[in-house]
């Protein structure tokens, strides 16, 4: 069964940093590009970016390039997406997704990220 | 990279058919037959619904289908039901491996 796993909700302030996890199951997990996805409370979905985990290739929606992060460790199935310095305005459900056919076929249960002084 | 275009939300009562619109440009949805869509209940992670413009994964029932023209893709539910309450949204390939979202819309079962 395939299955992506994140890390749990995390409470920060603003000016730290932050990176959170993303672990795959059930599949190869270097064969499918995976995408983040911020919603922000009460507001829709955003795409964030996106890697490959076979060769780390990394795509960045304009409106996150510079502000975030995306990495990824094949060793152990595990995707990130981090931060350097927060903003109370990251503050947001951000969600990891599998690449199927130009869709995006499998969810994380998604990971609260909590900014506040 | 601007949000695609939806309706804020639809309202339909059961067994009726209820559309959704998808609006964008030809740098997303014109230019590419790779339309998804999603379902979303309240504190659920999204599912997708349809990919590719108009197909089904499995387990989707055949009441959800998609289409499109020019710019403009559409979801519609035939035979509403009370669990499709939800919000949906759009999604396109925009080329070299990125997507775009679409705004949202709420569907609302009368």
């Known amino acids: 069964e395939v299955q992506l796993v994140q890390s749990g909700a995390e409470v920060k302030k603003p000016g730290e940093s932050l990176k959170i996890s993303c672990k795959g199951f059930?599949?190869?997990?270097?064969?499918?590009?995976i995408g983040w996805v911020r919603q922000m409370p009460g507001k829709g979905l955003e795409w964030m970016g996106i890697?490959?985990?076979?060769?780390?290739?990394?795509r960045y929606s304009p409106s996150f390039q510079g502000q975030v992060t995306i990495s990824v460790d094949k060793s152990i199935s595990t995707a990130y997406l981090q931060w350097s310095s927060l903003k109370a305005s990251d503050t947001a459900i951000y969600y990891c997704?599998?690449?199927?056919?130009?869709?995006?076929?499998?969810w994380g249960q998604g990971t609260l990220v909590t900014v506040s002084s | 990279q601007s949000a695609l275009t939806q309706p804020r939300s639809v309202t339909g009562s059961p067994g009726q058919s209820v559309t959704i619109s998808c609006t964008g440009t030809?740098?997303?949805?014109?230019?590419?037959?790779?339309v998804s869509w999603y379902q979303q209940h309240p504190g659920k992670a999204p599912k997708v619904m349809i990919f590719?413009?108009?197909k089904r994964p499995s387990g989707v029932p055949d009441r959800f289908s998609g289409s499109k023209s020019g710019n403009t893709a559409s979801l519609t539910i035939s035979g509403l039901q009370g669990e499709d309450e939800a919000d949906y949204y759009c999604c396109s390939y925009t080329g070299r491996y990125t997507y775009v979202f679409g705004t949202g819309t709420k569907v609302t079962v009368l």
């Open positions: 059930g599949y190869s997990f270097n064969n499918y590009w």
């Open positions: 997704a599998r690449q199927g056919n130009w869709d995006f076929d499998y």
């Open positions: 030809s740098s997303d949805i014109g230019g590419y037959n790779s």
């Open positions: 890697t490959y985990p076979d060769d780390s290739d990394t």
């Open positions: 590719d413009v108009t």
